[in-house]
C-alpha cells in the first residue's frame, strides 16, 4: 500500500474546515415550508431547496360603512403600512351634536339633549338664534331646538302728531299698522306755501285773514269761525265818535258777524263808552262798553264786496270824571269749519 502525506498544515486545515462550516450550514433545524416563504423566494431544509408559495398583499387598505360591519384581512404578507378605518361618510356623522349628552362613541362625546331633531336632517349649517325667531315658534338649529323670541306687535292705528311716532324695531307685525288719515288735510285748508305731511297749502290767508277772499267758501253766513283779523288796537279818550282807524275790507259777498274785544277803564259814574260799526262810513250798529275786563261786542252785518267795515268808538264823562274806552281789534267771523 502506497503512503500519502498530507502537504497542509495544521492551521491551514482549520482554515478550511472553517469555511466550509460557513458556507455549509446545519438546516436539520429548519421548519419553515413553502406556504411559510414569501412566494418568489427559496429556503433549504433537510428536504432541500424550496420556493416560497405565501402572497405578497402589499400595503391593504378596508374601510367599515355599518355599525356590524367588518373587514376581512386577507392571508398572506402584509408591509405594516395597511390600514382599515370607518368610512369618511360615516365619520362625518360621528359628531357630538348626533349623540346623546353625556355618551361617548369613539371619543366622541354628545351634545344633543331631548327634544333635538332626529328627523335626520342636517341642522350643522343652520345660522339662526332665539333672537331670529317669532316669539312662540320653534325652529331646529346645530342640532338643538330653539324657541323664538321676537315679540309680536299687534294691529294698531297710529295718529300723526306734532312729533314723530315709531315702531319699535326688533318686533314682528302681527296684525295691521293703520296710519291715521285726516279727510281735512287737503291743500285748501293748508295755508299757502306750508306743507303738511307733504300736502302744500293754498289757503291764502294769515294771520290777519283773507285779503282776496279767495280760500273762503262761497256762501258766507254769519258764525263764529274768525276769517279776516285787524288787530291794530286804540285808546280812545274823546267824547266825540272818532275813527279807531281799525278796518276791513271786504272780498266776498255775505253776512258776517263782526266781533270788537274792548274795555273800558276808569270810573263808570260819567257813564259807559260807545263802540260803532261803521260800513262804508255809515254807522251800522252801535253798543256800550259796560265792564272795566275785556268783552266782545258782536254785530251781524251783511255785506258787499269792497265794503269798508270801520271801528268807532267814543268815551264818555268831562275832565274832572271820564270813563275811556280801549279797542283792541275787528275780527270777521262766519259759519265755517275753518278759519283763523
Known amino acids: 500500500m502506497a503512503n500519502y502525506k498530507l502537504s497542509y498544515t495544521a492551521s491551514q486545515f482549520e482554515q478550511a474546515m472553517k469555511a466550509y462550516n460557513e458556507k455549509w450550514k446545519d438546516v436539520s433545524q429548519v421548519t419553515a415550508n413553502a406556504a411559510n416563504v414569501l412566494a418568489g423566494t427559496y429556503i433549504v431544509t433537510n428536504q ?19 355599525k356590524d360591519g367588518s373587514y376581512t384581512i386577507p392571508t398572506g404578507y402584509h408591509s405594516g403600512s395597511g390600514t382599515v378605518k370607518i368610512s369618511d361618510t360615516e365619520q362625518a356623522k360621528i359628531i357630538p351634536a348626533n349623540i346623546k349628552k353625556g355618551v361617548t362613541i369613539l371619543g366622541q362625546t354628545g351634545t344633543c339633549e331631548a327634544g333635538t331633531t332626529t328627523s335626520g336632517t342636517d341642522t350643522t349649517d343652520a345660522t339662526a338664534s332665539a333672537s331670529d325667531i317669532r316669539s312662540g315658534k320653534t ?3 346645530n342640532g338643538r331646538k330653539l324657541t323664538g323670541t321676537i315679540p309680536n306687535q299687534a294691529a294698531q292705528t297710529i295718529t300723526p302728531g306734532t312729533t314723530d311716532k315709531t315702531i319699535s324695531s326688533g318686533k314682528y307685525l302681527s296684525g295691521t299698522q293703520t296710519i291715521k288719515g285726516d279727510s281735512k288735510l287737503v291743500a285748501s285748508n293748508i295755508k299757502s306755501g306750508i306743507s303738511i305731511f307733504g300736502v302744500t297749502g293754498t289757503y291764502t290767508g294769515s294771520s290777519s285773514g283773507s285779503s282776496s277772499g279767495s280760500g273762503l ?63 262804508n262810513g255809515d254807522s251800522a250798529n252801535s253798543t256800550t262798553i259796560t265792564s272795566s275786563t275785556v268783552e266782545c261786542v258782536s254785530f251781524d252785518l251783511e255785506c258787499a264786496v269792497g265794503d269798508v267795515i270801520s271801528v268807532y268808538a267814543k268815551a264818555v264823562g268831562s275832565n274832572y270824571s271820564s270813563t275811556t274806552v280801549t279797542v283792541f281789534g275787528l275780527i270777521a267771523c262766519i259759519d265755517w269749519a275753518n278759519g283763523l
Open 48 to 66: 432541500g431547496r424550496i420556493q416560497g408559495t405565501m402572497k405578497n398583499n402589499g400595503n391593504v387598505a378596508g374601510t367599515i360603512s355599518t
Open 139 to 141: 325652529a331646529y338649529v
Open 217 to 279: 267758501p262761497n256762501t258766507i253766513i254769519a258764525g263764529d269761525t274768525p276769517v279776516i283779523a285787524n288787530w291794530a288796537g286804540m285808546n280812545i279818550t274823546s267824547t266825540t265818535m272818532t275813527d279807531t282807524k281799525i278796518s276791513i275790507t271786504i272780498k266776498r259777498a255775505g253776512t258776517y258777524r263782526f266781533k270788537i274785544p274792548a274795555v273800558a277803564k276808569s270810573s263808570f259814574s260819567s257813564g259807559s263808552p260807545t263802540v260803532s260799526l261803521y260800513k
